[in-house]
Structure formats: C-alpha cells, structure tokens
C-alpha cells in the first residue's frame, strides 16, 4: 500500500472505533453512508478511469511528441495551461486524465500547467463563483491568476526539466 492509502485507512479505522466505543449503531450507520456515497460515486469513477485509459491509447503518440513532451517545452505548457482549464469534474475525474497524458509521454512543465490551471481557473467551479462573489471578484480572480499555471510550468520545465 502507498502511504496515503495507509493514512487513510488509519483514520478510518480509528473513527471506526470511536463510533463503536461511542454507540455501536453509529459505526453501522457511518458504514451505510459510506456505502451509499461508493455506489453514487462509482459511475463517476468507472467513466473517469475509461475516459484517462482511452486517451491513453487514442491520443497520437506523435502529439504527445510535437505538444506534450519536455521537448515541446513552450507548447506544452501553453496546452497543458490553456486544456486544464477545460477538464471539468473533481480530483476523480481531473487526475486520472492528468496521469494519462502523463504516462503517455507529457513533460514535466506540460502537467504542471494542466493541474496548476485546472486548480486555479477549473471552468466547473466559474458558474458558483459568479453566482455566489459575482463577475466582478471573478473576473479580478481569473486576470490576476492567469499566469500561474504558465509560470508553474516553466518552473517545472527549468528546475525539473
């Protein structure tokens, strides 16, 4: 197991017992709820991890080359910064479609601006913040931060590279 997983399966296993010492329905109630956000979430899951699969195979290798690759330096991350931007959904979905491109061939400074730009400009969440701060605050949001994922990027291709 990675460290994360046994990060968390600790914490699981001690929340656990704290619902069992607590009230034993609590730890069945706990796992019920767990249960059911599995199922919802599994659909969301399933598509997300065929969607990264095939665009692993699909993808040109010869656009991974000319784009996506360390030597694509510049190109690259102006794709990786502009696409992540578009990748919509959560961690679930966005990752497994980073990590795609990345065994694919993608560099370093490439998947930087993917993950830099979906986090930071990530066009699912543009529709609540508008609703909830207004355009003004997202639009002083958006031009103040649109050059992170790019300067990420080539951090990553000078330091990393």
């Known amino acids: 197991m990675y460290q994360t997983e046994l990060i968390l399966a600790a914490a699981a296993i001690i929340l656990g017992f704290t619902a069992w010492r607590k009230d034993r329905r609590l730890l069945w109630d706990g796992l019920k709820l767990s249960s059911r956000t599995f199922w919802n979430l599994m659909p969301l899951l399933i598509a997300a991890f065929m969607m990264a699969g095939l665009l692993e195979v699909v993808v040109p290798e ?12 510049w190109k690259g991350i102006l794709v990786g910064g ?3 931007a578009a990748v919509p959904g959560g961690p679930y979905v966005a990752f497994p479609i980073f990590g795609s491109f990345w065994r694919a061939g993608a560099g370093i400074g490439t998947i930087v601006a993917f993950v830099t730009s979906w986090s ?9 913040e508008l609703a909830i701060v207004g355009p003004r605050f997202s639009l002083i949001r958006i031009v103040l931060s649109a050059v992170f ?8 291709l000078a330091l990393f590279g």
């Open 62 to 73: 010869q656009f991974v080359e000319n784009w996506l690759s360390t030597r694509a330096a």
């Open 149 to 156: 994922p790019f300067i990420s990027g080539f951090l990553a």
């Open 82 to 84: 502009v696409a992540g």
């Open 120 to 128: 930071v400009w990530g066009i699912s969440n543009i529709a609540f």
